[in-house]
């Protein structure tokens, strides 16, 4: 909606738009699960929990719609797409679904959804899956809001109210679709809670044998070089976060965040402006357009806490902000003002901590010693 | 050869403004660039003519305004430039985006056949990665999004060869051409503009395409195409709770007082913080 939001800065009535007569047969809530090498992306798993919450207000049935190659491998993740809350699991199997590729999976995922008609289809907003909605949105000529941070039902049309930041810092915006059918949304990885996990719970299997054919996919896989994991940040699925923005002012500076981090084993997280700026590899910024996150403990150093930092971190337990501006937008949402300067409050939190774990430790080891002695 | 870029102009989100009273945003003023990610495309579309000889033009839907972004291009080594401006086409979401530009490059096309179509990985402004796909699907192309690389490219056996980022790793692929290629950021750098180009941008006529000149079917351009339509514009909800202002007279006060609270607050992070450092005192530390 590039261009939709450029014309949206104030509220619109909601625009008037009927859902032609055809499109009422639509119905149910699908998520696109979405696996590569024999590992399911936990987004897949995170828009179940969102997904039952939009069937259940809606009265439809939650599928979760799996395509793979053929082999046992494929078939048993069909258990654990019903032990996180769908009703169903469609599940398409083909040689030529062995290895994601946009063409093959295009032609499959618009043969179901026109054999059984979801009102809504999810996706996350990783590489695979915005490769993919893109591709099936155009196909089927149906509507698509990337990277949601919010998802809702409007009780008064069944229509899916997709929210999303829209630029300029400080505004969100909800997008309907009310001319096309499926209503279709991708949602970055953390941004859903990861919903509790039921072992028991069965779902229907629903098989469909798609009709394709390897000599008709132009595209070929020669090869696949997984990541080294090890030297990669992992931002998203961190527990212990320290970020810097702008406010740290220059590069030496945000040595300071790292000097923290180091501390609390933390993972250095950073503002758009900082990664701009150099001092921090893009593959660390949080927000909109960086990682979204859900850490035990945020510390935001130097960051206002504008929409788009905010809606990549806000899903942390706890965050504390170190501002000079007691006014920043940050402690609208953050839950500890540290109230001064960073080149000032980091080195001394970083200390006060390292003191603080260090009594902890000792604490722990003289509990340990002590539980010791009474065993002899 | 012939490749096509897809371009946008775009305001600098860097300078954008909020209006603090009426929370709108303020366009006045703010200066445009070349949306970031589209530069990637264009470099590596220059290379290939580097190499090949290949002539390159590119494109923008968007106001008259953004010629300037055009001409900027033809001073990076383009060839030529179409804007694709027509007041029906205001209003677009990715969708109709999608078709104006589809139909556009179908003319192109028509007149001198396209190789390889570049567009930007997505839009600093739109930021929905969108775009790309849709003319790949309208195009009936083959569509290679977040290329990293194009280790080989052989436009007379119709061949291309692409390294993709994929979720976990890197997908190496074989596709044909005509195809879509959607560059990844950070893959390189545009070059400066020579002094030749630059005259020469500044000299050169653009292209102007509008409705007709693209047959535009008018049902699917602009606000008439686009079945997303943005129903509400809102600011973030306060937290029911405002942060709690640490109290202290220096920073060091500040910093104890802080752990105390935070500790306190919540009583499991101690221990989870404790945990974490042991796990990673066996790992060893990587950073
Ligand atoms: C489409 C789009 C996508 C975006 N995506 C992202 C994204 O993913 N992530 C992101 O972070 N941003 C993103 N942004 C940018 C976002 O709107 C803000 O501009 C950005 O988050 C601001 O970064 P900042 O807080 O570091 O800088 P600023 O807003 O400049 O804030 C700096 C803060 O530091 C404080 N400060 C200054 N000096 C000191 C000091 N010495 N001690 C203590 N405090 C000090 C200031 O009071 C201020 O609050 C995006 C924008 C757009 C338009
Ligand atoms: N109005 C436009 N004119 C030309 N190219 C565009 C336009 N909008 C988007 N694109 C291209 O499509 C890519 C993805 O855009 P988006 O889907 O908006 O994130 C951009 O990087 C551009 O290359």
Redesign the pocket.
Known sequence: MSDALDTAAKPIKKPKRVLPERFKSYKGVWVFIEHEHGHVHPVSWELLGKGRELADKLGVELAGVLMGGDGDEIRAITAEVGAHGTDLCYLAQHPVLHDYRNQSYTLGMTELVNTYQPEILLLGATTQGRDLAGSVATTLLTGLTADCTGLDIDPSDRSLLSSR?T????LMCTIVNLATRPQMATVRPRVMPMPARDPARPARVVEHALQLDESAIVTKVLDFIPDARADKPQLPFADFIVS??????KPE?FQLVAELARTLGAEVG??????HAGWADAER??????KTVRPKLYI??????????RV?MEGADAIAG????PG???FDFANYALI????E?LPALDKAFARRLATARTQRAQAHEEADRGEV | MHIAVCIKQVPD??Q?RVHPVTNTIMRQGVPTIINPYDLFALEEALRIKDETGARITVLTMGPPQAEEALRKCLSFGADDAILITDKVFSGADTLATSYVLAAALKALDAQDPLDLIFTGKQT??G?TAQVGPGIAIRLGHQLLTYVSKIRELDPANRHIVVERRAEGGVQVLRSALPAVVTMLEGTNEIRFAGMPDMFRAARQELKRWNRDDIAADLTQVGLKGSPTVVAQVFGPKPKAIKALRIEGDTPEAIAEAFIDKLFTDFPQLEAALLEHLDQLGQQGVTQ
């Open positions: 930041p630029f300029g810092g400080s810097g923005g702008r406010g740290l002012g500076n950073a503002s758009r402006p900082a990664v910024q949080v927000g909109q357009s960086g935001a150093a130097g960051i206002s806490g504008a929409v788009q930092h990549g170190i501002n000079l501006d920043a937008p940050l001064g300067n960073v080149t409050l | 989100s860097a954008i600093i402004d930021d």
